[in-house]
């Protein structure tokens, strides 16, 4: 994605990603920073590099790591997670 995220989105070009986790952890929300999948042996696999808090505790917040202030704001008129999900407490960028 390195390549073209900048020019497609807006800001400085991105290094390249090292690993899942740290694609991960640039998700554009802290609460949506989290991935699971199923492993050979039936166990799920839980990549939260940023950890679960938010998204436990209902939180919109913006990740830092990618999104801008601008873009964050953007995503949050366009999404409006409060009204859609009344128990969403959102921490405006």
């Known amino acids: 994605m390195h390549p073209w995220y900048h020019r497609t989105f807006g800001g400085d070009p991105v290094p390249p990603l090292t690993s899942a ?23 799920l696999e839980v990549c939260a590099p940023v950890g679960v808090d938010d998204l436990l505790d ?13 873009q964050s704001r953007a995503r949050l008129a366009r999404h409006n997670p409060a009204v859609r999900r009344l128990a969403v407490r959102v921490i405006a960028p």
């Open 21 to 43: 986790a740290d694609g991960v952890a640039t998700w554009p929300e802290r609460a949506i920073s989290v991935a699971v999948r199923l492993a050979g042996d039936d166990r």
């Open 58 to 70: 209902g939180i919109w917040r913006r990740n830092p790591r990618r999104v801008s202030r601008a």
